[in-house]
């Protein structure tokens, strides 16, 4: 379950980075607890904790606004390790990758993976091994065969991890390794629980075996083209 301190850190990252910037409103709170997967009140709980630290204003009548990110932006530079915040919990480097994922939308990982994993299945047509079209097709007959949610999810991002690894490029690889985590996040499982009809299912089950087509027969431009397909169907049913 997702804690109000999960939901803050989140936040408090947007704000680092910019994706909030000063004098924005954060989203409503119904939204955040739609995104997060947690109810109203700990999603209150967090804001109140931005409040706190002066990062955001309260004003009547409507949603906080964004106040003062210079604060945010120093914690978010690397500390020695055992650094301590005021609250006596160790400081946490926000400059890691996986730091960045968890503070990451839905949306945001679905326009990355648009930007990434076209090129990247275009790159495993052309490298491709033997080995990896075997672990490659036998993910594909499994998430075909799946008859629940959490085993397509499963074997689905089996499928997309096998295909990193046939592009033979290990800082692709690491890459997957790291966007992949958002799988578990609750955001992530409630809004494919909510978009995976299974019209959805049959169209996912086609694409990823057009794609699984691409790769085998070396065609690595329609490979390209084909997930590109995929990810935009992804994002259309989960981003309405």
């Given at each position: 379950m997702v804690s109000h301190t999960d939901i803050a850190k989140a936040l408090r990252l947007r704000i680092a980075n910019g994706t909030l910037p000063v004098g924005s409103r954060i989203p409503t709170?119904?939204?955040?607890?739609?995104?997060?997967?947690?109810?109203?009140n700990t999603v209150r709980k967090a804001i109140k904790s931005l409040q706190h630290d002066s990062l955001i204003a309260m004003r009547a009548n409507s949603r906080p606004v964004v106040s003062r990110p210079n604060k945010l932006r120093r914690e978010a530079t690397p500390s020695p390790i055992g650094s301590i915040n005021n609250d006596g919990s160790e400081?946490?480097?926000?400059?890691?990758?996986?730091?960045?994922?968890?503070?990451?939308?839905?949306?945001?990982?679905?326009?990355?993976?648009?930007?990434?994993?076209?090129?990247?299945?275009?790159?495993?047509?052309?490298?491709?091994?033997n080995d990896n079209i075997d672990e490659i097709q036998n993910a594909l007959a499994e998430?075909?065969?799946?008859?629940?949610?959490?085993?397509?999810?499963?074997?689905d991002g089996q499928l997309h991890q096998a295909i990193f690894y046939a592009t033979r490029n290990t800082a692709l690889i690491?890459?997957?390794?790291?966007?992949?985590?958002?799988?578990?996040?609750?955001?992530?499982?409630?809004?494919?629980?909510?978009?995976?009809?299974?019209?959805?299912?049959?169209?996912?089950?086609?694409?990823?075996?057009?794609?699984v087509?691409?790769?085998?027969?070396?065609?690595?431009?329609?490979?390209?083209?084909?997930?590109?397909?995929?990810?935009?169907?992804?994002?259309?049913?989960?981003?309405?």
């Open positions: 709170e119904r939204s955040l607890a739609e995104e997060f997967g947690a109810s109203r400081l946490t480097d926000m400059h890691t990758g996986d730091a960045y994922i968890s503070a990451s939308s839905p949306l945001e990982v679905l326009e990355a993976r648009l930007v990434i994993e076209p090129e990247a299945v275009a790159l495993a047509a052309l490298r491709a091994r998430s075909i065969a799946a008859t629940n949610l959490e085993d397509f999810e499963y074997w690491g890459y997957y390794h790291t966007i992949n985590k958002i799988r578990s996040q609750v955001s992530w499982i409630e809004l494919k629980k909510q978009s995976l009809t299974p019209e959805r299912r049959r169209l996912y089950d086609r694409q990823h075996t057009a794609i087509d691409t790769i085998v027969n070396r065609h690595s431009e329609k490979a390209r083209s084909s997930m590109r397909a995929h990810l935009e169907s992804v994002r259309k049913a989960m981003m309405p």
